[in-house]
């Protein structure tokens, strides 16, 4: 019976194919999937913590036990995430921010985005051949920074919804950096995989490779002076050394060390802004969650809102059927999401139309339950004026973490940070790695009729994202689920399944993050290895079928019969603590 299934994987894989990427792609598993650990949910009355390191959960745990707010716990979270994840996030990246105030019952949302210098142009990504840059090409070294915005996020967050002294929240990291922190298997892993990634920066390759070519070793003691020195500067100066100061200056100069433009008026210039959250019902619940320049929020309202005619509570999350159904729902909400959705502030999008009923009921229609659609095209909402304006198809994916926090106030965070491809720009300055999110840009400022694409580079604008983070409210207007992932655009994928499997199939939430990845991004039916028994139903519907690894990150709460019940996803080192 061994021996048949592994003959029968290996036949799967042969007829399906595994995941790939062409030279102008983003690699599809930018943080190399690194295992499968089981994971027990955690339980409590009070609070809760959940990240994707035990360190930096402890941090937020720490301070949620202390009396701190949702706000403090993830500002302590966050600067511990950037010593011992580095290839996921940091202060050198940005993060979008979800928020829900218990006391005055009100939802805050941060776009904490990086922003593009602003002299860089449509065709910062073209080759001296005219053509697009392989994504390597353009993503490490210092063409592919952006500004940095996680830190004036949580500065912003904190002057809102702190209890606890700024410096407090960042002791944790501080001391860890300073006395050394146990580095994990699952860096170590990516580290064997990235090597010729790092060529560019030797702060960076030293840091990770002492002797140039071995790669930090799991179980080993590691510390980084630099970093807790740059986070003492943040403390003591406030966060205006980061974006005016000596930290400030040392980026620029880092950064302009190999093709990059950012300046210290780019820096100095950055905003963190607060946004209108975007909710939907789903099944009596209400569905919130971040809106453009990210385009996860959306895609995902508009699944849900298409799904919703679907009776997918009676046909389970065994039945092919059922993943067909949410697989073309996916696909019409990528065609809309490539073909409009942008930083609104540069570009003129649908947005809150694209999830208008009616529109929704009219793309529903299209899907057939017994076979594939052969093509997918985006539809035209009502009320829009359509513009001449092409698609931009790039679905690519990033370095990115995300937590989930409940404290004892009634508050509740939903946050996902990144700094783009797995260790970014693969450039250290001042013991923290900057980002290379300005790949999320098109790399194409038009296309082959000349139109322009939305999601071009253009100065100060920010790139598309595909971050996610939701907070949901039961029937009774209170808190019932917050999660988010890691996972580039396959996030939108990995958070709409957990919404179906805990809302439409009633499973335990451990049990919802644990299932095998199933999602649709608009051109392949992607199944996790460990799904493979959907891999041939599917195929008989219609569906081009890979299998393979993915690596999602995620982090979630649900508030259940009295208790906060948090759970982290298996693929990664994340756990969840709560009282």
């Given at each position: 019976?061994?021996?048949?299934?592994?003959?029968?994987?290996?036949?799967?894989?042969?007829?399906?194919?595994?995941?790939?990427?062409?030279?102008?792609?983003?690699?599809?598993?930018?943080?190399?999937?690194?295992?499968?650990?089981?994971?027990?949910?955690?339980?409590?009355?009070?609070?809760?913590?959940?990240?994707a390191h035990p360190d930096a959960t402890k941090a937020a745990y720490e301070v949620l036990r202390r009396g701190g707010t949702a706000a403090d716990a993830?500002?302590?979270?966050?600067?511990?995430?950037?010593?011992?994840?580095?290839?996921?996030?940091?202060?050198?990246?940005?993060?979008?921010?979800?928020?829900?105030?218990?006391?005055?019952?009100?939802?805050?949302?941060?776009?904490?985005?990086?922003t593009a210098p602003a002299n860089a142009g449509g065709h910062l990504f073209t080759g001296h051949d005219g053509k697009p840059m392989g994504f390597y090409e353009a993503?490490?070294?210092?063409?592919?920074?952006?500004?940095?915005?996680?830190?004036r996020a949580l500065e912003k967050l904190h002057k809102w919804q702190g209890n606890q002294e700024w410096s407090s929240l960042f002791e944790p990291a501080i001391t860890l950096a300073e006395q050394g922190f146990i580095v994990s298997e699952r860096t170590q892993k990516i580290l064997l995989k990235e090597r010729p990634?790092?060529?560019?920066?030797?702060?960076?390759?030293?840091?990770?490779?002492?002797?140039?070519?071995?790669?930090?070793?799991?179980?080993?003691?590691?510390?980084?002076?630099?970093?807790?020195?740059?986070?003492?500067?943040?403390?003591?100066?406030?966060?205006?050394?980061?974006?005016?100061?000596?930290?400030?200056?040392?980026?620029?100069?880092?950064?302009?060390?190999?093709?990059?433009?950012?300046?210290?008026?780019?820096?100095?210039?950055?905003k963190a802004k607060e946004r209108r959250a975007i909710?939907?019902?789903?099944?009596?619940?209400?569905?919130?969650?971040?809106?453009?320049?990210?385009?996860?929020?959306?895609?995902?309202?508009?699944?849900?809102?298409?799904?919703?005619?679907?009776?997918?509570?009676?046909?389970?999350?065994?039945?092919?059927?059922?993943?067909?159904?949410?697989?073309?729902?996916?696909?019409?909400?990528?065609?809309?999401?490539n073909q409009y959705m942008a930083d609104v502030d540069f570009v003129k999008t649908p947005n809150t139309l694209l999830v208008n009923p009616d529109?929704?009921?009219?793309?529903?229609?299209?899907?057939?339950?017994n076979k594939a659609m052969t093509t997918i095209e985006h539809g035209v909402p009502p009320n829009w004026t359509p513009h001449n304006q092409a698609a931009d198809s790039k679905t690519k994916n990033t370095g990115t973490t995300h937590m989930s926090i409940a404290d004892i106030?009634?508050?509740?965070?939903?946050?996902?940070?990144?700094?783009?491809?797995?260790?970014?720009?693969?450039?250290?300055?001042?013991?923290?790695?900057?980002?290379?999110?300005?790949?999320?840009?098109?790399?194409?400022?038009v296309d082959e009729n000349g139109l322009p694409v939305a999601n071009r580079v253009q100065g100060g604008k920010r790139p598309r994202s595909s971050m996610t983070p939701v907070i949901i409210f039961s029937p009774d207007g209170q808190p019932?689920?917050?999660?988010?992932?890691?996972?580039?655009?396959?996030?939108?994928?990995?958070?709409?399944?957990?919404?179906?499997?805990?809302?439409d199939w009633n499973m335990d939430l451990q049990a919802a993050l644990d299932m095998p990845n199933i999602l649709h991004r608009g051109k392949k039916l992607e199944v996790e290895k460990s799904g493979l028994e959907f891999a041939e139903p599917l195929k008989n519907l219609g569906h081009p079928v890979l299998v393979g690894e993915m690596n999602s990150g995620l982090t979630a709460i649900q508030f259940k019969n009295g208790q906060i019940i948090g759970a982290s996803d298996p693929r990664r080192d994340g756990v969840a603590m709560g009282e």
């Open positions: 019976m061994i021996f048949r299934r592994i003959l029968l994987i290996f036949m799967v894989l042969g007829a399906f194919g595994t995941f790939s990427a062409t030279a102008q792609e983003a690699p599809a598993a930018p943080e190399p999937a690194t295992g499968y650990q089981a994971k027990q949910a955690s339980i409590g009355a009070k609070m809760m913590a959940v990240t993830a500002i302590a979270a966050q600067m511990v995430l950037g010593l011992v994840e580095p290839q996921s996030s940091g202060i050198g990246g940005g993060a979008f921010i979800l928020y829900y105030d218990g006391e005055k019952e009100q939802l805050i949302t941060l776009d904490g985005r990086e993503s490490i070294g210092g063409r592919a920074v952006g500004t940095p915005g996680v830190l990634r790092f060529s560019v920066d030797t702060e960076a390759k030293i840091y990770f490779y002492p002797d140039t070519v071995t790669p930090l070793k799991a179980g080993s003691l590691k510390r980084n002076p630099d970093y807790a020195i740059s986070l003492r500067k943040i403390v003591n100066e406030g966060v205006d050394v980061f974006y005016k100061g000596a930290l400030a200056q040392n980026i620029v100069e880092k950064v302009r060390e190999d093709k990059g433009l950012l300046s210290i008026e780019d820096l100095s210039g950055y909710c939907r019902p789903y099944r009596g619940y209400k569905v919130c969650t971040m809106g453009e320049p990210t385009s996860g929020g959306l895609t995902l309202l508009m699944i849900l809102g298409m799904l919703e005619k679907y009776d997918l509570r009676a046909m389970g999350a065994k039945d092919p059927k059922a993943w067909h159904i949410i697989s073309e729902a996916s696909r019409l909400a990528f065609a809309d999401r529109y929704l009921k009219n793309r529903a229609a299209l899907i057939d339950e106030h009634g508050n509740v965070l939903s946050m996902t940070s990144s700094i783009e491809n797995a260790f970014g720009s693969r450039m250290m300055v001042d013991g923290f790695l900057l980002n290379n999110q300005l790949t999320d840009f098109s790399f194409k400022p019932f689920l917050t999660l988010g992932s890691a996972g580039g655009s396959r996030i939108i994928g990995y958070v709409l399944q957990r919404i179906i499997a805990v809302i």
